[in-house]
């Protein structure tokens, strides 16, 4: 493949200076690639409305908090691109190599399913890095993992096409509502033949999680009601 146009989501809700942070460092190190952002149905729209008002960025808007992999789904939607790259609000990018590297993989490798970067984790409180402890990184080569992490990665949008749900819906299960969703995902393309990866740099920060802390009412779902495959599809997966 060559050439691949690149294009960058972002799904938030209740935006905050994370947002902020996180355009800006787009400003810096990715300003031609086009961007499209989600609101997930915050009750104030007005916040993301000024947040976004920047020349590269497209804001969608859901009319009601529908959870991430729909906002996923949205912004992959709004995007004319063949490779999509999918950000939280509250990454931050350090690099002008991110969207040259993951460019370049999916460029030079074929059978690609999803692919992401090490993570710096930050300490809103302090601004200071946690630990990269739980994280799959790689000193040198793309290391095969079986999803990239959710808070920042990449795909290809004709990947993202042949993604079939459970209910017959194409691309991340909404039904997920807001947890394993990038997971589910790279389980359906390993399916079809395309594998997931994590590159070895450069590495992003992420200022803490906040699917939960801003999302109340979808935090009441059981995660193990979220995360359960059925014993036929996961032997389907195994084979």
Known sequence: MEN????????TYNPDSRLVRLLDSLEEFASNVPIVVVDDGSPDPSTALNICARDNVNLVRHDKNRGI??????????LDVDLVIMLNDDICIISEYLVESIKYFFENNENIGGAGWPLIHIDPATGNPRSTE??????????LVGAPVGCSFGFLKKCWELIKNED???????DLVSFYEETMAGFRLAEKGYYSFMLPSPPVEHWGSRTFSLNPELATREVNENSYVKPEEYQKILE
């Open 69 to 78: 992999p729909s906002a996923w789904n949205t912004a992959v939607k709004n």
């Open 168 to 174: 017959g819906s194409t691309g991340f299960w909404e």
């Open 134 to 143: 739980g994280f799959p990184t790689f000193d040198a080569d793309p290391g």
């Open 4 to 11: 691949l146009r690149v294009g960058i989501g972002v799904s």
